[in-house]
């Protein structure tokens, strides 16, 4: 029975971190929204399987820092 509650302890600490506690702390360190990375852990998961999933967060980092640097920095230049 401890077992069991053990189990369900973890499991229910496993998620709050997985799905609330991480992705608060990737938005104000990278500012990588919520909805962005999810949507990226659900693309890269179903086309790359469990590889894709581990990797999915850094490449939407990098992503979202080159759109910044590329796109945003070139709009921004840009004489009106």
Do not use: C, D, H, N
């Amino acid at each position: 029975m401890r077992a069991l509650w053990i189990a369900a302890l973890y499991i229910a600490i496993q998620l709050i971190e997985s799905y609330v506690i991480t992705p608060r702390v990737q938005e104000r360190t990278v500012s990588l929204p919520p909805a962005f990375t999810i949507s990226m852990q659900l693309l890269f998961g179903v086309l790359f399987g469990t590889l894709g999933l581990a990797l999915a967060t850094p490449v939407a980092a990098v992503l979202l820092a080159l759109g910044k640097r590329f796109y945003v920095a070139e709009f921004l230049a840009r004489e009106p």
